[in-house]
T-cell receptor, first 109, second 118 residues
Framework: GQNIDQPTEMTATEGAIVQINCTYQ??????LFWYQQHAGEAPTFLSY??LDGLEEKGRFSSFLSRSKGYSYLLLKELQMKDSASYLC??????????WGAGTKLIIKP | GAVVSQHPSWVICKSGTSVKIECRSL??????MFWYRQFPKQSLMLMAT?????????EQGVEKDKFLINHASLTLSTLTVTSAHPEDSSFYIC??????????????FGPGTRLLVL
């Protein structure tokens, strides 16, 4: 079967750095997405990785290792507004998007 | 760019009525639109994928006669929940795909529609 694993919940301190991991087992791979979803709102697109390596976009960076079936989202200089769920999603060989259950990130002052 | 709107944002209706939700891509043409449902504290569940001008593809377990999807243009898709019941109360979110065809698009989400069926 197809599976996306990410931690259910993480806690971090304002101003710190946090890394949210995502491992996947899918039938084929056509890219990995990270989305942010605040409580009661729809997801917003953060990043897309299809090649190995690190993609940096401001305070957020996303890393991919296709051989390991592994990605992480790195958030620097955490702000209270970063408290949200972070969703990892992978496109399989049929270009179907397989969603992880999301990681709830709690930021403490 | 890549703005997706949904209307209405909130719906409260009586059991047995039908509710139509509109999803529009405002600044791009979306060949593919997706409809999701999300229950409280649960992950996104894909309901169906719709391509402009063709019938929607429904996920397993989603009743196509209950959740009618129309994708009449490259900027508009509608989801109609027919004969809604309290168990249909949920957060319905659409997304629209950008980029090249063949499923390589990035999905951008609308703000969602909260449906409460009394």
């Amino acid at each position: 079967g197809q599976n996306i694993d990410q931690p259910t919940e993480m806690t971090a301190t304002e101003g710190a750095i946090v890394q949210i991991n995502c491992t996947y087992q899918t039938s084929g791979f056509n890219g990995l997405f990270w989305y942010q979803q605040h409580a009661g709102e729809a997801p917003t697109f953060l990043s897309y990785n299809v090649l190995d390596g690190l993609e940096e976009k401001g305070r957020f960076s996303s890393f991919l290792s296709r051989s390991k079936g592994y990605s992480y989202l790195l958030l620097k200089e955490l702000q209270m507004k970063d408290s949200a769920s972070y969703l990892c999603a992978v496109k399989d060989s049929n270009y179907q998007l397989i969603w992880g259950a999301g990681t709830k990130l709690i930021i403490k002052p | 760019g890549a703005v997706v709107s949904q209307h209405p944002s909130w719906v409260i209706c009586k059991s047995g009525t039908s509710v139509k939700i509109e999803c529009r891509s405002l600044d791009f043409q979306a060949t593919t639109m997706f409809w999701y449902r999300q229950f409280p504290k649960q992950s996104l569940m894909l309901m169906a994928t719709s391509n402009e001008g063709s019938k929607a593809t429904y996920e397993q377990g989603v009743e196509k006669d209950k959740f009618l999807i129309n994708h009449a243009s490259l900027t508009l898709s509608t989801l109609t929940v027919t004969s809604a019941h309290p168990e249909d109360s949920s957060f319905y979110i659409c997304s629209a795909g950008t980029g090249t065809s063949g499923g390589q698009e990035t999905q951008y989400f609308g703000p969602g529609t909260r449906l409460l069926v009394l």
